[in-house]
C-alpha cells in the first residue's frame, strides 16, 4: 500500500466525510507528484489532525446552526400561542385552555404531555448547545468528549423540537376553531418539522467526524462559568425548578387563575428535575460519578 | 527553525504568502521556504490540515485547476483573511517589539 492508500485510509477511519477524502487524497498526490521525497508526515498523524480540526469546526458549527433553528421554530411556536390564544381570548402561558381542559379527554393528555416536555428538553438542549460552542468558540481543538456532548444537544435538541412541532397542528385540529390560525398552524407546523428533522444529517455527519484529542468534558458548572464549589450542577437544576414553580404561579396569578399557575408550576417544576435526572449525563450536565 | 517554535504563528505565516498570490499546498510550502530563506522547513503535510481549517473559518477560499491532467486546489485569501492577516502582523509588531526590547 503507498502513501496516498495508507492515507485515505486512516481518513475514513478518522471519520472524514468521502468529499473531502477525495479532495485532500488529491492535494496530497499533487503534492508527491511535485516533490515525490517529500516528508508529509505518518498518515495517522495527518488524518488525526484533520480531524481534530474540522471535527471542532464541525460540531461548533452544527450546534449554532441547531440553535438558530429552534430558535425560529420556538419564535413560531410563541407567536402561534400567543395569537392563538388572543384570537380566541385567552391568554399567552400555554395557549387558551387551562391544564383541567386537557384533562377531559384522555388522549389529549399523553399527546400533550409528549409534546410539552419535548418543547422544553428542545429549549434546554438547543440552549446549552449553543453555551457550550459559545464557551469553547476560541478552542482550535476540543476534546472527543466535548464534541460528542456538542453533537448530542445538538441532535437531541432538534429530534425534540421537531416532536414538539407536532403539538401545533394537531391543538388546533382537535380544538377545531375555524380561525386563521388553524390554516398557518397546519401548514407552519409540518414546515418547521421538515427544518428541524432535515438538519439532524449534519449532527450525524459531525459525530462521525470526532476529534481526537482526550480529555474530560465540562458540565454545566463550566458552561455557566461558575467557579464556586458551592455551585454544583445538581444545585443549579434544583434551584432552576423553583425559579420555573415561581414563575408559572406568577403567570397563573396574572391570567387569575392560581390553581392552574401552581399546577402548571409543579408540573414544569417537575419536569425539569426529571429531566436533569434522565438526561444529566448524557447531555453533559454533570458528569458521570460527580454530583 | 522547529515546528514547534511556528506554533500559533502558522495560520498568519499561510495568509502572508496566499495574500501575495492564489498558491496550492506545494506552493504554499515552497513559499513559505523561500520567503525565510530555507528556515521555515516545518512538517510538509501539516500545511493542509491548516489551509482546510483556514478555509473552514471563512479566512481563505480555494477552487480546483487543472495543471498537466491533475487536479489542484488553489486557495486565495479572502476579505475575512485580510483583515486577519493584518491583525495577525500586529500582533506579531507588538510580541517582536516586546520580546526585542526585554532581550536587547
Known amino acids: ?291 | 527553525m522547529k515546528a514547534e517554535e511556528l506554533k500559533g504563528h502558522l495560520d498568519g505565516l499561510i495568509l502572508a504568502v496566499v495574500s501575495r498570490e492564489p498558491l496550492h499546498g506545494y506552493a504554499v510550502i515552497e513559499s513559505l521556504k523561500a520567503c525565510s530563506g530555507g528556515e521555515l522547513a516545518l512538517p510538509e503535510g501539516t500545511v493542509y490540515p491548516a489551509l482546510h481549517r483556514l478555509e473552514a473559518d471563512g479566512l481563505l477560499s480555494s477552487k480546483w485547476s487543472v495543471v498537466g491532467g491533475r487536479r489542484r486546489r488553489v486557495y486565495s485569501i479572502t476579505k475575512r483573511g485580510t483583515k486577519e492577516l493584518g491583525v495577525s502582523r500586529e500582533r506579531w509588531r507588538v510580541f517582536a517589539t516586546t520580546i526585542e526590547a526585554v532581550l536587547a
Open chain 1, 1 to 291: 500500500m503507498n502513501y496516498v492508500d495508507s492515507l485515505q485510509v486512516e481518513l475514513a477511519a478518522a471519520g472524514i466525510p468521502t468529499r473531502r477524502r477525495a479532495r485532500i487524497v488529491a492535494e496530497f498526490s499533487d503534492h508527491l507528484h511535485e516533490n515525490p521525497e517529500a516528508e508529509l508526515g505518518a498518515p495517522r498523524d495527518l488524518a488525526r489532525q484533520f480531524a481534530d480540526e474540522l471535527g471542532t469546526r464541525l460540531a461548533r458549527g452544527t450546534a449554532y446552526r441547531a440553535f438558530a433553528a429552534l430558535a425560529v421554530a420556538a419564535i413560531v411556536l410563541v407567536v402561534m400561542f400567543f395569537n392563538g390564544g388572543r384570537t380566541w381570548g385567552g391568554w399567552v402561558g400555554y395557549g387558551h385552555y387551562p391544564v383541567s381542559y386537557y384533562l377531559h379527554r384522555w388522549w389529549w393528555v399523553p399527546m400533550m404531555l409528549v409534546c410539552f416536555i419535548s418543547a422544553q428538553i428542545a429549549l434546554a438542549s438547543g440552549g446549552l448547545a449553543l453555551l457550550r460552542a459559545w464557551r469553547l468558540r476560541r478552542v482550535p481543538v476540543m476534546t472527543a468528549a466535548d464534541a460528542a456532548i456538542l453533537n448530542r444537544r445538538a441532535g437531541v435538541g432538534l429530534v425534540c423540537g421537531a416532536t414538539a412541532m407536532i403539538a401545533l397542528p394537531l391543538t388546533h385540529f382537535v380544538v377545531d376553531f375555524s380561525s386563521r390560525w388553524n390554516t398557518v398552524a397546519i401548514t407552519v407546523g409540518p414546515a418547521l418539522i421538515v427544518l428541524l428533522l432535515a438538519m439532524v444529517p449534519d449532527v450525524v455527519r459531525a459525530a462521525r467526524l470526532r476529534p481526537t484529542r482526550e480529555g474530560p468534558a465540562g458540565d454545566l458548572t463550566a458552561d455557566l462559568g461558575l467557579e464556586d464549589p458551592r455551585a454544583t450542577p445538581r444545585r443549579i437544576a434544583v434551584v432552576l425548578s423553583v425559579a420555573i414553580v415561581l414563575v408559572m404561579v406568577a403567570v397563573g396569578v396574572y391570567s387569575d387563575d392560581l390553581y392552574d399557575g401552581i399546577l402548571r408550576g409543579l408540573f414544569d417544576g417537575a419536569a425539569c428535575l426529571v429531566g436533569f435526572a434522565v438526561l444529566g449525563q448524557y447531555l453533559g450536565l454533570q458528569r458521570s460519578g460527580v454530583d
